[in-house]
């Protein structure tokens, strides 16, 4: 909820901000788990709970850097079908910085950069 709230959500009530955040929740797989704090998630479900976060404000492009760095394999598979997912059904715009190339073969185009240069 905190990013509807520091935006100050051009007059939303909580209850609509609470709604919102669970819908989101829910979007991740975690709607059961709402009142849950951040130490009772494992590092799959407080990755998809930042991905509720950055999508609660709509935005139209997400960027995610390393997206999979702190997870195990299934965890971390779970959040990047979830992204891509997200990306077909929402028509989102995603941006990922990885230096999986497993993780980057599942893209629609890849950017190679190195020393801040474009290189393929």
Request: aromatic share 0%; hydrophobic share 60%; no cysteine.
């Given at each position: 909820m905190l990013p509807l709230i520091v935006k100050g959500n051009l007059g939303a009530r909580n209850r609509?901000?609470?709604e919102k955040a669970l819908?989101?929740?829910k979007d991740v797989g975690l709607g059961e788990r709402a009142d849950h704090k951040p130490n009772q998630l494992s590092g799959g479900e407080q990755q998809r709970v930042a991905v509720a976060r950055a999508l609660i404000n709509d935005p139209a492009l997400l960027l995610c850097d390393e997206p999979t760095g702190n997870?195990?394999?299934a965890s971390g598979n779970?959040?990047?079908d979830l992204l891509f997912d997200l990306n077909a059904r929402e028509r989102r715009t995603?941006?990922?910085v990885t230096h999986d190339e497993t993780l980057a073969h599942r893209a629609s185009r890849i950017?190679?950069?190195k020393d801040g240069i474009f290189v393929a």
């Open positions: 609509e901000i609470e819908k989101r929740l997870l195990d394999s779970a959040v990047i995603l941006v990922i950017v190679h950069i």
